[in-house]
């Protein structure tokens, strides 16, 4: 969701407050939802679980260098495999944005998905150089299902902003500014689609979000500067819950009702080694007064694909991890220039979620 231009909503309650009062209206201009960002605005949300003796994921600190963007490698950077599903080609972006060259994603069976600052990557049935084909992306269909994934932030400080999501890339028949058939809400390539942020986020802040095609502002959950499902005693570097000095996992669902309708995003943040993990949910969407729901529930069906980008350099990341209107954002100020050289997602799996099918009585 490069570029979303996002307000900021009215200053939520504090923290004695917090278990009372309803969900915060999330990041975005109004969209006449009646928003349903589950949790816990009192933390008790944050899930207790059983101390594990399992060690966490890379154990040591990242000392990713400080970078410029590199230039960006082969169109065709290699492939992966997600569990439960099979092999992914990734397909690398053409242009970043308008007039602004790429930067490059590596991929490297062991290491992952690395996007270097302002690379972007789709995942594809299948890759042929110099040659872009909004056919060949992946058409993931994930409704009903749970898409998990492991991700390394520790180099990505304020300003900087690490993001998986879904658009209807598959189905972009416009070659779009661009020229790779790129498409999101924001039209940063000029069409716009439909899109699902599973996250949006560095080692301080991380949102959650979907977005109608016409939807840049979007709704949704998380922590960061106008989202506070969360605190930073429970995500950030030393967090008792998610230590982003180190990598974790994300799994995100997408439960269904009785009629095979889009009921919520549920989004579950977990790391070895820690007592607790995070969960968020974002439902009740009707942006403009239509229903977001069903639109977003239409988009999964059809099958959407799922990309990566790492980007914040010349741009500013204040809506995402700025302090906010309460003053209890994450970050003070943006320090692009300070954003490590790349992050790191691996370990895809997509699996049913038979388990949290809810069914509307």
């Known amino acids: 969701c490069e570029n979303a231009v996002q307000t900021t909503s009215a200053a ?19 969209v006449g939802a009646n928003a349903e960002t589950a949790l816990v605005n009192d933390l008790s949300g944050v899930h207790d679980s059983e101390p594990s003796t399992s ?30 599903y099979g092999p992914i080609s990734m397909v690398n972006a053409k242009t970043n944005k308008p007039g602004h060259k790429t930067g490059t994603v590596e991929v490297d069976a062991g290491a992952g998905i690395v996007p270097h600052m302002k690379g972007r990557s789709y995942f594809a049935d ?21 898409m998990s994934y492991s991700v390394d932030l520790s180099a990505a400080s304020c300003g900087c902003n690490a993001a998986l999501y879904l658009t209807s890339l598959h189905q972009n028949a416009d070659t779009s500014t661009c020229d790779d058939y790129y498409c999101d809400a924001n ?31 979007g709704m949704g959950g998380g922590y960061g500067s ?17 230590d982003t000095r180190y990598a974790f996992k994300v ?23 820690k007592p607790c993990h995070l969960p968020v949910r974002v439902a009740n969407y009707n942006p403009f007064g239509r229903d977001g729901m069903q639109e977003l529930s239409d988009a999964l069906v059809a099958g ?13 990341m204040m809506w ?13 100020k943006d320090t692009p220039q300070r954003c490590g050289d790349s992050v790191r997602f691996f370990d895809f799996a997509i699996e049913d979620s038979e388990s949290i099918v809810h069914v509307l009585q």
């Open 126 to 146: 299948a890759c042929k150089e110099g040659h872009y084909d909004s056919r060949q992306y992946s058409a993931l269909q994930l409704l009903g299902k749970t």
């Open 251 to 273: 799994a995100v669902s997408f439960p269904v009702n009785a009629k095979g309708k889009l009921r919520a995003m549920e989004v579950t943040l977990s790391q070895q080694g």
């Open 12 to 30: 939520p309650p504090p923290p004695s407050a917090w278990a009372d009062a309803p969900p915060p209206t999330a990041a975005g201009p109004p």
């Open 55 to 84: 060690r966490v994921l890379d154990s040591q600190p990242s000392t990713s260098r400080i970078s410029q963007p590199r230039e960006a490698a082969a169109m065709c950077p290699g492939s992966i495999t997600v569990a439960g």
């Open 320 to 332: 995402l991890d700025g302090p906010g209107g309460d003053g209890q954002g994450p970050c003070n």
């Open 187 to 217: 039209k940063v390539c000029g069409v716009n689609c439909a899109e699902i942020d599973l996250m949006e986020a560095n080692n301080r802040a991380f949102y959650s979000t979907f977005h109608v095609q016409d939807d840049g502002g």
């Open 226 to 242: 106008a989202r506070r499902d969360w605190n930073s005693t429970v995500y950030g570097p030393g967090a008792r819950c998610i």
């Open 304 to 316: 959407m694909t799922p990309i990566v980008s790492y980007w914040g350099a010349g741009e500013t």
